[in-house]
């Protein structure tokens, strides 16, 4: 792999049309720390932020926690430069084109295979002057979703809005610090008035957490209209606290996974994106077949969701999922249960990914999801523009048996599946 | 070429994910109707809309006048499938992916070199219940354009901003019904006050019609909003009849070429996008050279230019231009103005169309907007996917002499500059 962390510089801010150009090495808060300087942000902030590149996010899709506002890389980038074994793409810094097949396209999403990102020119936005983040909690997953989608249909979105399912939501809960004194005489009693009162039920309730942000009165407006959808649909304010600890805490989620792996559990996470139409029935089969995969490895599972990025047509789904391992047959147990995700996300109208890309963990799905006819174009890309193969060799482009050079034999899935 | 008509049906609206399922061969107004019975509406209007279809706006990155609002049409389109000679590519109905390169965008724009497109799922959206049009008088091009910036800035962008510059808004004004009457009288009047009183000066002043739409308090909302900036930047208020006008002849204006063309007249347009810190230098630049170009030829210029989408980075240009033809030089004559403009937007840092396409008339510009990098990898896909060059040949991979195809010979350009 290419180290391109020597090209971490902020180029230019043009603040009238408000975009940045930028090399493409620069990691998240060296970045933000640049374009802070100049008053101006790109606002995305993946999980991974602290230890992602710019190139890396445009070479895979990235989404941040606040693309309800601020979109997917792919559409805060206004021109780029890559460098492929053919020669150089540079695509024109202008708004909007019409000059035949958008050529930015064809480099944002390679991970690699084509060429090496040289430069990025990316939308930015003034720095807000007022932000804060609020909790609520929603009776069921059902009503939280019909609250985010009315704020859809209204055009009030927040800039960040991210319901987690019961599932997840007692999780959540779990990572709370125990509270003492009159803290926790408060806090029991509020539990007392949002199941005595409000009827919530604990095994069923969904957190919500959101993020306003804007001018004083762009922040006012947004939160009034959201609040009042949010109340219709029986949400419940807790107040800025479980917002903000989320906020807090958001950039170390990537190093859970290897934490509780050293304790001997697997832990996972598979995400994918689908309608709205179809977004319950997606959200109910990714949870059984992934619990049902797990308990075929013949061990408890453990799988919650949440949804993190909304649009107009649908939204993400993000699944987490966790158990005891199987000791000697770590690696064949998570790849099954991975399988059993990716095959609910095909099956039911999903993508492979919502934002994190295909690598190769990813590569079993990809003829399915572009079509045996769409994976013919990036393979004649590929032959055109990189014909001795030395770009980032074996990503997004399967071999005959993906399924196989993944780790995975047909009998060991046999053997799985006859257990249960 | 292919007659698609008769694949003209919506197969099928998700009211609750708001997309709709439409074959390409339908045209527009009989898409809208069948959307409209629905309760729904694709939001695409281009002045094309009655002659074009959705299969040719996805081909070939169509916009329409309300793309502040909806979008370019490669926004609006969630799916597709387009037949190829290798193949039908299908993608996923997903809002967002991170699945390699994003083949919907192989497909849009390629203006049918690569394959038919057979079926494409769009975005769509309730019909607003309320929308009127208004006009506005502004004393020169710079405080439009820095009126339309400032809506941007503050996210409260109408449906419709088009701003004509100092003679195209003088063109408006020429096509007017001559008043009779009171009316004279009363229009007479304001044209004392707006003279007088706001001391706007009627060779500089710039016309600005805008549409707003939205429920009744949506409507309200941004045209307070948008009105208290206009004021800011010394904009009058026509009231609604400038912009209801315009609302009743936007579809003849295609017909006013062929028009005017059978009275010896030459008139055509030119367009284009850039960013907000390089609009003004493209538009004096813009005009200087098409009126250069059509004295180079030896009749006097009429050049004019309009914005009619904008975008949080930059904006479209929209040049017109006319004047007598040569007679017996017409083809020739045409084709060294329409050089001037494409020449002129590569040079200020435009592209050679916003929402035009390629076709054969921009190729000889199409290296230089992708770079011959980013050719390159059209021709890849051209050749991994249409291998015996069956699918719409000639069309935007250029030539190697592209300008001698299109018939104008370095002789006649010498000729033609030799004059001035």
């Given amino acids: 792999s290419l180290d391109m962390c020597r090209m971490h510089r902020v180029l230019e801010v043009d603040k009238k049309s408000l975009i940045a150009r930028i090399q493409p090495g620069v990691y998240g808060p060296h970045m933000e720390e640049q374009l802070e300087a100049e008053g101006v942000t790109l606002g995305h902030f993946p999980d991974s932020f602290v230890h992602s590149t710019l190139g890396g996010w445009v070479a895979t899709r990235s989404a941040g926690m606040q693309s309800d506002k601020y979109g997917k890389i792919e559409d805060m980038v206004i021109s780029l430069r890559m460098v492929t074994p053919s020669g150089t793409i540079i695509t024109r810094t202008v708004p909007k084109s019409s000059n035949g097949i ?12 084509l060429g090496v990102i040289t430069e990025v020119v990316v ?44 599932k997840k939501t007692a999780l959540s809960f779990a990572f709370k610090h125990p509270k003492t004194g009159i803290k926790d005489k408060i806090a029991k009693a509020f539990k007392w008035y949002i199941g005595n009162v409000k009827k919530i039920d604990f095994n069923q309730c969904c957190l919500m957490v959101v993020k306003y942000e804007g001018t004083p009165q762009a922040f006012n407006r947004i939160k009034n209209r959201v609040t009042a959808i949010y109340k219709k649909h029986r949400g419940v304010c807790l107040g800025a606290e479980p917002g903000r600890s989320f906020a807090k805490v958001k950039f170390d989620f990537p190093h859970l996974r290897d934490y509780v792996m050293d304790r001997s559990i697997m832990a996972d996470v598979s995400e994918t994106a689908t309608t709205w139409d179809n977004l319950r029935t997606l959200h109910e089969s990714g949870l059984a077949d992934v619990e049902q995969a797990i308990k075929d490895t013949g061990v408890d599972a453990w799988v919650g969701c949440h949804l993190s990025h909304s649009y107009r047509t649908g939204a993400s789904l993000y699944f987490t999922f966790g158990c005891l391992q199987r000791e000697g047959r770590e690696i064949e147990q998570y790849l099954y249960v991975k399988k059993a995700a990716e095959d609910a996300f095909m099956k039911n109208g999903g993508t492979l990914s919502h934002h994190h890309a295909v690598g190769t963990e990813h590569l079993p799905w990809v003829e399915e999801d572009l079509s045996p006819t769409g994976l013919k174009a990036v393979k004649a890309l590929k032959a055109g523009l990189d014909p001795n193969d030395i770009m980032n060799p074996g990503k997004i482009i399967p071999s005959e048996k993906p399924l196989d050079d993944w780790g995975l034999s047909a009998e060991a899935i046999d053997e799985f599946q006859s257990r249960s």
Avoid at 102 to 113: F, M, R, T, V, W
Avoid at 132 to 161: N, Q
């Fill in 123 to 166: 939308q930015v936005h003034h720095k807000p002057e007022k932000e804060d983040w609020y909790g609520w909690l929603f009776p069921d997953f059902k009503s939280g979703l019909d609250a985010i989608h009315e704020c859809h249909r209204g055009d009030c979105m927040p800039t960040v809005t991210r319901l987690n399912d019961p």
């Fill in 102 to 113: 958008d050529i930015k396209h064809l480099c944002i999403g390679s991970e690699g295979i």
